[in-house]
């Protein structure tokens, strides 16, 4: 029988800004929270030391590049608890200025990782998030829509009626366009992490305003930047902590019943992605 306690799931956290967020989740949310990891040695490490602050995660493997561990993990939910309460979509990948990889190479694997593995949690989650429940994208300033320089594209990813399918193919066209090597000529952002976050900003909304009107009472959807935090992606010169980075996630998180949703959240306040 699924257990009536609450639940919490933080993707990408055995380290830096997940880490982080599950670690203030522990201290301020009334339910289980689940640190996930792709390489489970290095998740349950983590677990052991969150156990010697005096805490309690959990853990799961959750691979969000991998329909099959989405789904592995959607059905533990279930079986678990019977739903979800909080999904943190932190997740996320940068290729290093020093890479030698092709463009093509960089544009494909980073638009997986961080627009599409943050869809596939969202196809395999958000049907199961309960009332009152929350979905935070953790996102970037760099995926502000004012990054672009194509007002089309802008007006098309900020439009209140852009669709999932419309979203995707809108994405399948940018890995055609840096194919052609014509990206920046068609009015993307010179950075494939930032059309990455582009993409999961307005993925957030079309998420907003699908939960909106699926009856469900009080689901919110937010993204957000936590800043320039010192993790191995950012590197050491970000003035950031991670426990710093985290307070603006988890305070969408922990959001009171009324505020707002399909919004983007920096430094704990709403700002415009225009």
């Known amino acids: 029988m699924a257990s009536s306690r609450k639940v919490a799931i933080v993707s990408g956290s055995n380290k830096g800004i997940g880490l982080a967020i599950v670690r203030q989740l522990c201290k301020q949310f009334d339910g289980d929270v689940f640190l996930t990891a792709r390489n489970e040695d290095r998740g349950k490490e983590s677990i052991r030391a969150l156990e010697a602050e005096g805490l309690s995660p959990k853990f799961h493997q959750l691979d969000i590049t ?4 989405v789904e592995e993990l959607r059905k533990f939910t279930i079986d678990t608890y019977g739903g979800l309460d909080i999904l943190v979509n932190n997740a996320g990948m940068a290729y290093k200025s020093s890479t030698t990889a092709s463009n093509i190479e960089q544009a ?11 869809l596939n949690m ?23 829509f004012s990054k672009l320089s194509s007002q089309a ?3 098309k990813l900020s439009s209140p009626s852009l669709t999932e399918e ?5 994405m399948g066209r940018f890995i055609e366009d840096v194919r052609e090597d014509k990206h920046v000529e068609r009015g993307w952002a010179n950075s494939f992490y930032s059309n990455s976050k582009v993409a999961m900003n307005a993925l957030s909304n079309v998420y907003a305003r699908k939960l909106a009107s699926s009856g469900k009472e009080d689901v919110l959807v937010n993204a957000c930047c ?8 950012a590197g050491p010169k970000a003035p950031l902590t991670p426990d710093q980075g985290a307070e603006t996630p988890v305070l969408c ?3 009171p019943q009324g505020s707002p949703t399909g919004k983007f959240w920096k430094d704990r306040v709403v700002q415009s992605l225009v």
């Open 66 to 69: 991998s329909i099959d561990s």
């Open 253 to 255: 998180a922990l959001l």
């Open 166 to 170: 419309e979203l995707v193919a809108l």
């Open 153 to 155: 594209l802008i007006d």
């Open 122 to 144: 969202l196809r395999g989650l958000a049907p199961i998030v309960r009332p009152h429940g929350r979905i935070v994208n953790v996102t970037s300033w760099v995926g502000l």
């Open 226 to 233: 936590p800043g320039w935090v010192n993790t191995d992606m």
């Open 108 to 118: 494909t694997v980073t638009l997986k990782t961080n627009f599409t593995g943050t």
